[in-house]
């Protein structure tokens, strides 16, 4: 019998064990790093028995922002030294500089790693506490190597940027004259304003086309409906196929037609004529209903400077005095520039040449004339600018404020600028630590044949400094546009020159060949851009500020632009983790069940550093919830299990009595 008190008694008290973790759990709900235990119960020698398991399961990573917050993403930990010179191990990266630059967790424990020696660059071989030095300093380094970087085109010519329309303007006189009414919709065809007719005539005065139009009999829904039905019967006539059209245009509030006549000899004249029907003879009345008058004539103009806007076919809407069309520039330095081009005599214009006028005012800076606008032979508006190079000229017209509407044509670059010559620079450190600029000059000699792949360069220093040799060469590249040769002159083997600040003098080799880790010079058919990758000079600096990467190298950053090294977070992993000790906080210790740490770096364990970041604890508030009440449930089952087995108790006492 006492057997049986002795299974519901461990119950009992292996419950409350467990609720006292889960206790201690919920209280870490917050705690960065912290990972919650668990009890595993199973029966032993009829009793019950629980063990404590802790669960290392990986938290979620938040970013704090603070250079000194660490989290891992993977299974290793932290290494920490207590103040008995023990090491302990956590997954809480909540770090923190002291008074002396020591690195430590809230507890004061020194945050494990290996230092680098500044003078070396070498890692100690040996752990030690990790120490940021804020007033370290960073001694001047000369430089003795530039690497040069780009292309320099292989376009052997200097030209300038072109953009031109990707189509012509054209325009017709009289536009108004040929230009409907606003048209109500539905508009109805019948049999008596069905028909009309359609002459062309040269600028001689023969006769190119006369032809009767006739146009079925229906109730057009749109204006757009009706006009794809009289251009369908006029492409029908092979002498007029694409010569005229019946364009959709904006007429009072509503639509109206415009016809025009396009794709024809300069002067060509086209006429619009009431014919009669055939049924009595009486005139059709196509043009009275629509507003325009028979007899009415048109010619094809080649657009000129001197043509009004408004004759343009590429008007839908006549502009009025105050209305505007937008201009919308880029400059060749990629720039941007916006105005409008303000239509009528007292504005800014009338005419074509009017509309360029501005656009030409558009491309000017400071006075200067930067990319002068103009009208092609052909009818086209092409920018040219006015230096040789490349660029990012641009422009695009379009309608602005008002009632007039424009669908100007697109401009599109029809000549690439490139310039024979480019230039780049690159900063150099002498052995006080002084700053110098050089300028490079790259040209490409004249000749297209004998002299193609070959450059010169020139290095000029901008200050008082003087070259002394190496500062001129010629660089040579193959057919297939790679570095064959660069070479300086005088046979020398780099630029040497005096920086007479009482600093020694210099000599700097320039790099401008491929390795595996770069791109050097080159000479496509692309644009040329020379730039410096890199130079191995350094003025002095202070030390600003640290960063941590991923591989936990502590990367700090100098005043004077450059990074080093300065220490390596220690990280350790287990055999068995969950043989691991607590000792307090979120911090354990090894133990003969968890082996012995391997400690390394993160990266050489499959784990990552995460800075300024924290991990959250892995404790799940509804998880707990769920977990004590069924601990509640299992303590009042036992509890009524030994109440049961008492009252038996009393009954077997009563008995003997």
Do not use: C
């Not at 945050?111 to 071989?125: F, I, L, P, R, S």
């Not at 690159?426 to 004249?446: A, C, M, Q, R």
């Not at 644009?527 to 591989?551: H, I, M, P, W, Y």
């Amino acid at each position: 019998m006492s057997f049986s008190f002795e299974t519901p008694v461990s119950a009992l008290s292996n419950h409350q064990k467990r609720v006292d973790m889960i206790s201690k759990n919920i209280a870490n709900l917050n705690t960065s790093g912290f990972k919650g235990d668990r009890m595993n119960f199973m029966e032993k020698l009829g009793t019950v028995a629980g063990s404590q398991q802790f669960q290392f399961s990986q938290g979620s990573i938040n970013s704090t922002g603070r250079a000194t917050d660490m989290a891992i993403k993977g299974e290793s930990f932290f290494v920490l030294q207590n103040q008995n010179g023990q090491d302990v191990f956590s997954r809480m990266g909540s770090f923190n500089l002291d008074k002396n630059g020591e690195l430590v967790n809230p507890e004061g424990m020194n945050v494990q790693g290996w230092m680098v020696n500044q003078e070396t660059g070498k890692m100690a071989d040996t752990k030690s506490d990790i120490i940021i030095d804020e007033n370290m300093k960073m001694g001047a380094t000369q430089t003795q190597n530039v690497w040069l970087t780009g292309n320099l085109s292989s376009k052997l010519e200097s030209t300038s940027e072109q953009l031109t329309t990707n189509t012509k303007l054209d325009s017709n006189t009289n536009k108004t004259a040929m230009t409907t009414n606003e048209l109500a919709t539905p508009y109805t065809v019948n049999s008596e304003n069905d028909e009309f007719q359609i002459s062309l005539t040269s600028k001689s005065g023969a006769t190119l086309a006369s032809e009767n139009i006739e146009l079925a009999e229906d109730n057009y829904n749109t204006v757009s409906d009706l006009a794809q039905e009289i251009n369908n019967k006029i492409n029908s006539k092979s002498d007029l196929y694409g010569k005229v059209e019946a364009s959709v245009v904006n007429v009072g509030d509503g639509k109206g037609l415009e016809f025009r006549v396009q794709n024809v000899e300069d002067g060509t004249a086209m006429q619009l004529d009431n014919v009669a029907t055939t049924n009595d003879g009486a005139t059709d009345n196509f043009f009275s209903d629509m507003g325009l008058t028979a007899g009415t004539s048109t010619t094809y103009q080649k657009v000129t400077t001197s043509t009004g806007i408004n004759n343009l076919l590429q008007v839908s809407e006549g502009f009025s005095s105050g209305n505007e069309i937008n201009i919308s520039a880029k400059l060749p330095d990629g720039s941007s520039k916006k105005t409008s081009f303000v239509y009528g005599g007292s504005n800014d214009g009338e005419t074509v040449k009017d509309l360029l006028n501005k656009i030409n005012d558009t491309y000017k800076v400071d006075g200067e004339q930067i990319a002068r606008a103009e009208l092609t032979d052909d009818g086209k508006i092409q920018v040219t600018d006015t230096t040789i190079g490349e660029s990012e000229t641009s422009l695009s017209l379009g309608s602005g404020t008002g009632t007039g509407s424009i669908d100007m044509p697109t401009f599109i670059t029809t000549t690439e600028g490139s310039e024979a010559s480019v230039n780049s620079s690159s900063v150099v450190y002498d052995s006080i630590g002084n700053s110098h600029n050089i300028s490079l000059e790259f040209t490409k000699p004249k000749g297209t044949t004998e002299n193609y792949g070959k450059w010169n360069w020139e290095a000029n220093l901008t200050g008082s400094e003087k070259v002394i040799s190496g500062g001129s060469g010629t660089i040579e590249f193959d057919r297939e546009g790679n570095l064959v040769s660069f070479n300086y002159d005088g046979g020398v083997d780099g630029l040497t020159f005096d920086p007479r600040n009482g600093s020694n003098k210099m000599k700097v080799q320039l790099h401008a060949a491929s390795s595996d880790d770069y791109k050097g010079l080159s000479q496509y058919n692309t644009t040329s851009s020379v730039k410096v990758r890199e130079q191995d000079g350094n003025a002095a600096g202070s030390l600003n500020g640290f960063r941590v990467n991923e591989k936990g190298s502590i990367i700090g950053s100098f005043t004077n632009g450059q990074e080093s090294k300065l220490a390596q977070v220690a990280v350790a992993e287990f055999t068995n983790p969950d043989g691991l000790e607590q000792v307090g906080g979120s911090n354990y210790k090894a133990t003969e069940k968890s082996g012995q740490a391997n400690i390394g770096k993160a990266i050489a364990q499959g784990s990552q550093i995460m800075s300024k970041s924290l991990e959250s604890s892995t404790v799940e508030l509804s998880k707990q919830f769920t977990k004590m009440i069924e601990s509640q449930n299992s303590f009042d089952a036992a509890s009524k299990v030994i109440r049961t087995f008492n009252e038996i108790m009393d009954r077997v006492v009563n008995l003997k009595r």
